[in-house]
């Protein structure tokens, strides 16, 4: 027999991350508990222990008489994240260009191939191409073999996942892995302080941010009217 050794609590904070980091409940959207509970099959006190955990990690918040909702990123908050985005990744990039070698080159170089190969998909969805994007990233920071670095962006690695997911929304799928072609040459080529400005490059501006996500807020107030 195969012992899942997650608690009840565990498998449905997990559930809902997912749901809310793939786009399924979007920023604003209520969580019922009582709701919930009936679709997870559990009950009331699991899934309100789990909305606890994830508002931990600021993906839903509680508001009194008004319950459950995902979280929704003001400009305060877009600005601070990017921010830290460009702080962490583009130090990333360049510890890794620092200590690169084949090993790690190779496992860059392959990540970039598959996320180039999932963008020429016909069938392919944004929410993959941003799992993809987000993965080659992560990969990053992992070769930065900066611990300190990596528990940072851990900490907010949900919140940079709805970041992502709200900024890539009008994203050309196309040409979206290419985009990191001269970021990964230039890591793998040894030259940190190229590496530094290119990732700092790959991240949209904080303006275009701004700008893309009170289109996406008036996209949203307009289905939400119709």
Same mark, same amino acid.
């Given at each position: 027999?195969?012992?899942?050794?997650?608690?009840?609590?565990?498998?449905?904070?997990?559930?809902?991350?997912?749901?809310?980091?793939?786009?399924?409940?979007?920023?604003?959207?209520? =969580?019922?508990?009582?709701?919930? !509970?009936?679709?997870?099959?559990?009950? $009331?006190?699991? %899934?309100?222990? /789990?909305?606890? *955990? +994830?508002?931990?990690?600021?993906?839903?918040?509680?508001?009194?008489?008004?319950?459950?909702?995902?979280?929704?990123?003001?400009?305060?908050?877009?600005?601070?994240?990017?921010?830290?985005?460009?702080?962490?990744?583009?130090?990333?990039?360049?510890?890794?260009?620092?200590?690169?070698?084949?090993?790690?080159?190779?496992? =860059?170089?392959?990540?970039?191939? !598959?996320?180039?190969?999932?963008?020429? $998909?016909?069938? %392919?969805?944004? /929410?993959?191409? *941003? +799992?993809?994007?987000?993965?080659?990233?992560?990969?990053?920071?992992?070769?930065?073999?900066?611990?300190?670095?990596?528990?940072?962006?851990?900490?907010?690695?949900?919140?940079?996942?709805?970041?992502?997911?709200?900024?890539?929304?009008?994203?050309?799928?196309?040409?979206?892995?290419?985009?990191?072609?001269?970021?990964?040459?230039?890591?793998?080529?040894?030259?940190?302080?190229?590496?530094?400005?290119?990732?700092?490059?790959?991240?949209?501006?904080? *303006?275009?941010?701004?700008?893309?996500?009170?289109?996406?807020?008036?996209?949203?107030?307009?289905?939400?009217?119709?």
């Amino acid at each position: 027999m195969k012992i899942n050794k997650q608690s009840l609590e565990e498998q449905a904070a997990d559930y809902l991350r997912q749901q809310i980091l793939a786009g399924a409940f979007v920023s604003g959207d209520k =969580l019922t508990e009582s709701t919930l !509970a009936k679709d997870l099959e559990l009950s $009331r006190t699991t %899934v309100r222990m /789990a909305l606890n *955990t +994830l508002a931990s990690e600021g993906l839903v918040s509680q508001k009194p008489y008004a319950g459950w909702s995902v979280t929704t990123l003001s400009g305060h908050d877009i600005w601070e994240i990017y921010h830290l985005r460009v702080a962490l990744e583009s130090q990333a990039a360049m510890m890794a260009a620092e200590t690169i070698n084949d090993e790690k080159a190779k496992r =860059l170089r392959d990540e970039l191939a !598959a996320f180039q190969a999932i963008c020429k $998909r016909k069938d %392919v969805s944004l /929410a993959e191409v *941003t +799992l993809c994007d987000f993965k080659l990233h992560k990969l990053i920071i992992e070769l930065s073999e900066s611990d300190r670095l990596a528990r940072m962006y851990k900490s907010v690695i949900n919140q940079l996942s709805i970041y992502i997911r709200i900024t890539h929304f009008d994203f050309d799928i196309e040409s979206s892995a290419d985009t990191h072609i001269d970021l990964i040459n230039a890591i793998c080529a040894g030259e940190p302080e190229k590496a530094r400005r290119l990732a700092i490059e790959n991240i949209s501006t904080f *303006t275009e941010m701004g700008q893309k996500l009170k289109i996406e807020q008036d996209h949203t107030s307009d289905f939400a009217a119709s």
